[in-house]
């Protein structure tokens, strides 16, 4: 099974601010990786499939990278309503693996 | 528009069977492979189990598979996951969600599934 560890676990930022947040493979994904977003009380959105490729509707704001092992969300500018929590998702191998989460909070 | 619908969670015995049903619309069912995805409370995204799109293939968690079924009508629009001899630890919202290659693309609000005496 492939883990995928993100970090931080929590980030404190404020509006405005530049995020990165962090997931690695324990093993090469190649470039099979998705990031979402989860408000309280809602379902996770897709924001990033294909490592860096942006799902439709998602602003310009949010980009990815990476390949292998080692990937990076990025959130350029800090709106309001981008903190949650973010979640990374490899589909490169079964079983379908998840990362445990960053929390991005305000600061 | 794509939505997802889930339905059928409820309070459960340990042991206990239970089926979900997520009833979908606004795209081609028969043409995506579908996923299953669960969320303890308070906890990560758990993926649960994959069908293909002629549900000639399924993928489960090691943590289910040999209790939880997969299933999908075509017909109906819907994809089913039969739960049996559930646990305490299968307490989570259920949520199913359209795999666009590799990618879940489209998600239900999901239902929750609580297995308690």
């Known amino acids: 099974e492939i883990v995928l560890t993100q970090s931080p676990a929590t980030l404190s930022l404020s509006p405005g601010e530049r995020a990165t947040l962090s997931c690695r493979a324990s093993q090469s994904i190649s470039n099979y990786l998705a990031w979402y977003q989860q408000k309280p009380g809602q379902a996770p959105r897709l924001l990033i499939s294909?490592?860096?490729d942006r799902a439709t509707g998602i602003p310009a704001r949010f980009s990815g990278s990476g390949s292998g092992t080692d990937f990076t969300l990025t959130i350029s500018s800090l709106e309001p309503e981008d903190f949650a929590v973010y979640y990374c998702?490899?589909?490169?191998?079964?079983?379908?693996?998840f990362g445990q989460g960053t929390r991005l909070e305000i600061k | 528009e794509v939505q997802l619908v889930e339905s059928g969670g409820d309070l459960v015995q340990p042991g206990g069977s239970l089926r979900l049903s997520c009833e979908v619309s606004g795209f081609t069912f028969s043409n995506y492979w579908m996923t299953w995805v669960r969320q303890a409370p308070g906890k990560g995204l758990e993926w649960v189990a994959n069908?293909?799109?002629?549900?000639?293939?399924?993928f489960y968690a090691d943590s289910v598979r040999g209790r939880f079924t997969i299933s999908r009508e075509d017909a109906k629009n819907t994809l089913y996951l039969q739960m049996n001899s559930l646990r305490a630890e299968d307490t989570a919202r259920y949520y199913c969600a359209r795999d666009a290659s590799r990618k879940d693309d489209h998600w239900g609000q999901g239902t929750l599934v609580t297995v308690s005496s």
């Open positions: 294909g490592a860096s």
């Open positions: 998702q490899q589909r490169n191998n079964w079983p379908i693996t």
């Open positions: 069908i293909k799109d002629d549900g000639s293939e399924k």
